[in-house]
């Protein structure tokens, strides 16, 4: 490889420095499992940059890039204003990293306190911190968060709750004593009964979210109230967009908010780099994790930002830290920063209105469909369940032949829902689409 400067000889004494006499590279990893092995060092002779890049927009080709997005679960198909790209493009942005040093990143600082204050406004909480990787972890964070706070061990999660949350807060927990309970929802929304019976002085926190995972929306002012008599705290995972219409989080009573901040102009991307967001009361927040900025006052007079409450491991807190695994996203929340900037309080409340009403005709169009039943037991924002007369999966799969990303089966995650899918509308699609989508599943079932 001409782009390797080692020559045979280098090879050899990299080899013998490392105790490998035999000279062989295949003796280096003899330690390693055969099975996990890498199976050859011969690689295919080199490319020059044009035929590398022919190669990889032919392998792009194969992938289906026209498909019509109704799938949702907690990451979804919204319009990005061509406007975040272009500033968040400029290098003083992308390049930067963590601003330790106020007097060089003055720019990055505002951006993150201005951030902070624009998620303070979304959930009408006090204090809002940055660099949490994403919706998930956020709730992890949140959770011990309380246990901090408390000085409990017990967490009641409602089952409403993204499966995909839960997963990954069971993870993250596997190996802290900490007492879970799930309670299943009633006809969509919280069984305040079953929370009752759970509910007592061990309980730090109460896991809910609005809407919930199954798209039902909920008031938890009531679960909130029964919590606080409890001494136990309230945290809520809400989907932003939703915030342009429901009862914020804070006027119902919650204590910590969290939520997935990738509707908040981040494009879907795979799987990521998505943006977690995390608010609380100002009376919490030396136990919330993750950076926060405040706006302070130079020896002139003149307005200035810093880096103040940090208690991340690498600040020689290590045991003490309030978490371990939060980094810097100050990329991502920039984006939706200026996001939130363009489209405004009032812009807000109409891309919320827009996916509210295009859900209900979707709704409309797909109960019309004979075999179709559209659950109704809750009100819903932009998300519902959709029961199919055959199992899910099959029918989304060949929807995705006729280019349309149908919904999420819910067998994935639920026993006995093999059948249900969750379906999620958005602002960007059209009534031509959503036609399309319900005359394709028409013709899937029954064609």
Not at 196 to 207: F, H, M, N, Q, S
Not at 254 to 273: K, M, Y
Not at 311 to 316: D, K, L, N, V, W
Not at 344 to 357: F, I, M, N
Request: some cysteine.
């Amino acid at each position: 490889m001409s782009y390797i400067p080692n020559s045979i000889e280098d090879r050899q004494e990299m080899l013998k420095a490392a105790g490998v006499n035999s000279g062989k590279m295949a003796d280096l990893f003899k330690n390693i499992p055969r099975r996990l092995q890498p199976r050859s060092f011969d690689l295919a002779p080199g490319r020059s940059e044009f035929e590398v890049e022919k190669y990889l927009r032919g392998l792009g080709k194969k992938n289906v890039t026209d498909l019509v997005y109704f799938i949702g679960g907690g990451f979804y198909d919204h319009y990005i204003p061509a406007a975040i790209d272009a500033l968040t493009s400029r290098s003083e942005f992308y390049t930067a990293y963590t601003p330790y040093q106020p007097e060089a990143s003055q720019g990055n600082l505002q951006a993150i306190y201005e951030y902070q204050s624009c998620i303070c406004r979304l959930t009408g909480m006090e204090a809002a911190n940055a660099s949490l990787y994403d919706g998930g972890t956020a709730l992890y964070e949140a959770a011990m968060m309380a246990i901090r706070i408390t000085g409990r061990n017990k967490i009641i999660i409602d089952g409403g709750v993204s499966p995909i949350y839960r997963k990954m807060l069971y993870c993250y927990t596997s190996n802290l004593s900490i007492d879970f309970i799930e309670i299943p929802v009633s006809h969509g929304q919280s069984d305040r009964v079953e929370l009752d019976k759970r509910l007592d002085e061990e309980t730090a926190a109460v896991i809910l979210q609005n809407p919930n995972f199954f798209g039902a929306i909920d008031d938890h002012a009531d679960i909130c109230a029964r919590c606080h008599n409890s001494g136990a705290l309230v945290i809520e995972s809400v989907y932003p967009i939703a915030l342009g219409l429901l009862k914020t989080p804070e006027a119902m009573g919650a204590d910590i908010v969290t939520g997935e901040g990738q509707s908040l102009g981040i494009p879907l991307s795979f799987g990521g780099p998505y943006l977690g967001f995390m608010a609380t009361k100002k009376k919490y927040v030396r136990k919330m994790p993750g950076r926060i900025v405040g706006a302070t006052t130079d020896k002139n007079g003149n307005r200035g930002f810093v880096l103040t409450l940090q208690t991340r491991e690498q600040h020689i807190r290590r045991e003490k830290a309030t978490s371990n695994i939060c980094s810097n996203q100050a990329l991502c929340a920039l984006r939706a920063l200026i996001y939130m900037a363009l489209v405004g309080k009032d812009g807000l409340k109409e891309v919320a209105s827009a996916c509210r009403d295009k859900a209900e005709y979707t709704k409309q169009k797909l109960g019309e469909i004979k075999g179709v039943e559209v659950k109704k037991s809750s009100p819903t924002f932009n998300e519902f369940t959709v029961k199919l007369p055959e199992n899910a999966n099959e029918v989304i799969g060949k929807l995705i032949g006729k280019g349309i990303a149908a919904g999420f089966p819910l067998g994935r995650y639920y026993a006995d829902m093999e059948n249900y899918m969750l379906v999620a509308v958005t602002e960007k699609r059209t009534r031509h689409e959503i036609v399309r989508f319900a005359d394709a599943l028409e013709a899937a079932l029954w064609s």
